[in-house]
């Protein structure tokens, strides 16, 4: 049984513009739109992504892309689901296999604050859902929950870390609260879990700060044309 751990944080509504997400968050008497993290970085890595499928083809980008978020998208509701103390719903067999592969990994999670909860700052202006906050080996760590085919090397997952650094900066403008350190549990089809740790959030802090000028830029720019 996995222990939890009450903290308050809002319930935000999202919405989705010119394939851009935001949040609505309170300010004041009214609503403040905020751009999602998720947005931010994934605009980061745009080049790459439209390189890839310009090389393998429409048509093959996006089955595979729909089988990477239903892949996803399963084991982030196997581990929410096991994390929050409940039965298991039925999910394909894949998916299954990669939360049995994540299961060791999941087990050294203890006192959850909180799991796919939203969260805000109006000092950097990005706002996003949050996989897990809780301590990982004895250390409060913003904890994202990844699938993958095989582990990608470290330099690959920077945008990850930076997302949750993000929600780090969130958490700690919203309640005071301070992260440890990040962790990014991956599950693998080729059985493997890989377990990315970081400690160094000033690193990332500057990272986001320059992911998040890239991304205001780019807007501005092509507002102006």
Known sequence: MFDHVEIDLPTLSRETIDGVRFYSVPDGGDLLKLVSITS???HKNREIFI????????AKAD????QSTSRG???HTLTEYYLKNSDLPK???LSEYLFKIAKPELDKITNIHALERSLYSKVLGIAGTVDCIAEFDGELAIIDFKTSKKPKPVEWVEHYFVQCMAYGCMLYELTGISVK???IIMACEDGDCVVYEEHDKTKYIKL???YIREFVNYKLETYAE
Request: net charge positive; no cysteine; charged share 30%.
């Open 51 to 58: 390189n890839w499928r310009k090389k393998v083809g429409n």
């Open 208 to 210: 986001l700060q320059e």
């Open 181 to 183: 350190k990040l962790v």
């Open 63 to 66: 089955k595979i892309t729909k």
């Open 40 to 42: 931010v970085t994934s």
């Open 91 to 93: 999910v394909q067999p």
């Open 73 to 75: 998208t399963d084991m």
